[in-house]
């Protein structure tokens, strides 16, 4: 683990200006990833896997015309990450990916793969080195993590109608003495008080390239809620309140420090990956947003 990262306190107490917002809170886990030498044995991005030995390492091969190797995107154990709700016994959730374009109707290929971390007794000692990939921004840089727990609200889109029409009004944001611009107001509350930015488990999507679009189980029918968010970036110009009160003076001055694994989604900001919340053993969805 990478120590402790901390969110300053959102600038406005958006539930109290807005009531009707506190039954939508959802907590989010930010992952805070950061350069360092992970272990088998850590939470990463890009690390190594705790991978057995025995178990074929899965592969791609949409477009490709052979086999490639996926490469490891995340390992997430339960212990550092409580609202992972792993099926059965399982302990440790693994995601690899293809770092190759494909046909937009194809997607990203995803592999995830849930497990008991004491089962693995005989560990991978030499994965499959990558393929030259066709984008570099897929091969996710290794880094350590530094979980934090926030509370998030939808993105204003996302909000039911009588609610978002309050929100884009400027009217009780100024009764609450919060200036906000006569144009868009809601732009206060999409950058810095309902969903963050960045690397994270659970909370609210971001949109922003397409409206909301409700995930289905494919299994049993349930509305499907995001699992594992992957950001191009952890702040930027429009979300700097976001920015942990730790890596304050490295956001001031280099901009790379918010996107230390160097994973950059092509046209567009987020891939996100959705899974069913009445059951981690069903199928899981992604959506690039």
């Not at 959802?26 to 991005?45: C, F, K, Y």
């Not at 995601?95 to 004491?118: K, M, N, Q, Y």
């Not at 984008?135 to 609200?153: H, K, N, R």
Request: with cysteine; charged share 20%.
């Amino acid at each position: 683990m990478n120590g402790t990262r901390s969110t300053p306190p959102r600038p406005v107490d958006v539930a109290a200006v807005f009531p009707a917002l506190a039954p939508l809170a959802r907590p989010a886990i930010r992952l805070h990833p950061r350069p360092g030498s992970p272990t088998v044995h850590d939470s990463s991005i890009g690390g190594p896997l705790l991978w057995p030995a025995r178990q074929p390492w899965p592969s791609c091969r949409i477009e490709h015309g052979g086999l490639h190797p996926l490469v490891p995107v995340a390992q997430l154990y339960a212990r550092d990450i409580p609202l992972l709700r792993p099926p059965g016994r399982t302990d440790l959730l693994q995601i690899l990916w293809c770092p190759s374009e494909h046909a937009p109707d194809s997607g990203i290929p995803v592999e995830l793969s849930w497990r008991t971390a004491a089962d693995v007794t005989d560990v991978l000692a030499a994965p499959p080195e990558p393929f030259d990939a066709d984008e570099d921004s897929y091969v996710p840089e290794p880094c350590v993590l530094a979980p934090e727990q926030i509370t998030e609200y939808p993105d204003h889109l996302e909000l039911p109608e009588d609610l978002q029409r309050q929100v884009e009004d400027p009217a009780p944001w100024r009764a609450a003495g919060i200036a906000v611009d006569d144009a868009a107001p809601q732009e206060l509350y999409d950058n810095a008080l309902s969903h963050a930015p960045g690397w994270k488990i659970g909370g609210w999507a971001p949109w922003g390239l397409t409206d909301p679009v409700p995930r289905f189980c494919v299994d049993c029918g349930t509305a499907m809620t995001p699992l594992l968010t992957i950001a191009s970036s952890e702040w930027h110009r429009h979300s700097a309140s976001w920015i942990p009160y730790e890596d304050r003076a490295a956001g001031a001055s280099d901009g790379s420090w918010s996107n230390p694994p160097g994973v950059t989604v092509l046209d567009a900001n987020h891939f996100q990956l959705y899974a069913c919340p009445a059951s981690g053993g069903h199928a899981h969805t992604h959506l690039i947003q």
